[in-house]
T-cell receptor, first 113, second 115 residues
Framework: DQQVKQNSPSLSVQEGRISILNCDYT??????FLWYKKYPAEGPTFLIS?????DKNEDGRFTVFLNKSAKHLSLHIVPSQPGDSAVYFCAASAQNTGNQFYFGTGTSLTVIP | NAGVTQTPKFRVLKTGQSMTLLCAQDMNHEYMYWYRQDPGMGLRLIHYSVGEGTTAKGEVPDGYNVSRLKKQNFLLGLESAAPSQTSVYFCASSYSMRRGQTEAFFGQGTRLTVV
C-alpha cells in the first residue's frame, strides 16, 4: 500500500506564476520529508526538505509546507520558470524505520513560456 | 567528485539470463539503496544496506539479491531475469540518520529491458 501519495500526475503552469505540488502520507511515524526533481534520463536530485518539527521551510524560489494534522505537504515554486519543467517526487522517512525513504508516484510539471 | 555512479547505463537481457548492476559512491556514505522506477509507480525500494556487510529487504525484494562487501559499493543481482523486471533502476546513498536528517543522492540510472 502506497504510504506516500501524489494524486496529481501532471500540472501545467504559466511562466512567472506559482506552481503548487501536493503530497499526502499515511504513516504518522514519518518525521522527515523531502522533495526531489527529476529530468528525463537523469537520476532524481534533492531539492528541499522539512523536518516534522517545522511547518515551513524556504530555499529561494522553493517553499515546502507541512501540515502534520492533515498528513499533507506541498511544494510552492514562485515564480515558475521553464527550467522547472520536470517530474517532482515527494519522499518521507522515519527515524525508527532504518533510514528508508518512501517515495510518491511523482507529478510532472510543465512550465509554459 | 563523481558522487554515485551506476554501471551499466543500458542493458537488454533475455528471460532467464542473469546480471549484476554495480553502484559505487565516493561520499563515504554509510547507507546505500536500490530503487526501481516504473510508470505510475514512482520509486520503490528493492533492497538497502546500512553498512558494509549488511543488507535488508525493501518494498519489492523478490527476484533480486544484493551484496555490500565494500562500503563504497552496492551490487544488485538478478539471478533469472523476467520481463516484469524491465524497469529503470536507481542506486542511491546517504549518511546515517544518526548524523541527523539527511537526503539521499542518486545515480543516473540503469535502463534494463528483459525480452
Amino acid at each position: 500500500d502506497q504510504q506516500v501519495k501524489q494524486n496529481s500526475p501532471s500540472l501545467s503552469v504559466q511562466e512567472g506564476r506559482i506552481s503548487i505540488l501536493n503530497c499526502d502520507y499515511t504513516n504518522s511515524m514519518f518525521d522527515y520529508f523531502l522533495w526531489y526533481k527529476k529530468y528525463p534520463a537523469e537520476g532524481p536530485t534533492f531539492l528541499i526538505s522539512i523536518s516534522s518539527i517545522k511547518d515551513k521551510n524556504e530555499d529561494g524560489r522553493f517553499t515546502v509546507f507541512l501540515n502534520k494534522s492533515a498528513k499533507h505537504l506541498s511544494l510552492h515554486i514562485v515564480p515558475s520558470q521553464p527550467g522547472d519543467s520536470a517530474v517532482y517526487f515527494c519522499a518521507a522517512s522515519a527515524q525508527n524505520t532504518g533510514n528508508q525513504f518512501y517515495f510518491g508516484t511523482g507529478t510532472s510539471l510543465t512550465v509554459i513560456p | 567528485n563523481a558522487g554515485v555512479t551506476q554501471t551499466p547505463k543500458f542493458r537488454v537481457l533475455k528471460t532467464g539470463q542473469s546480471m549484476t548492476l554495480l553502484c559505487a559512491q565516493d561520499m563515504n556514505h554509510e547507507y546505500m539503496y536500490w530503487y526501481r522506477q516504473d510508470p505510475g509507480m514512482g520509486l520503490r525500494l528493492i533492497h538497502y544496506s546500512v553498512g558494509e556487510g549488511t543488507t535488508a529487504k525493501g518494498e519489492v525484494p523478490d527476484g533480486y539479491n544484493v551484496s555490500r562487501l565494500k562500503k563504497q559499493n552496492f551490487l544488485l543481482g538478478l539471478e533469472s531475469a523476467a520481463p516484469s523486471q524491465t524497469s529503470v533502476y536507481f542506486c542511491a546513498s546517504s549518511y546515517s540518520m544518526r548524523r541527523g536528517q539527511t537526503e539521499a543522492f542518486f545515480g543516473q540510472g540503469t535502463r534494463l529491458t528483459v525480452v
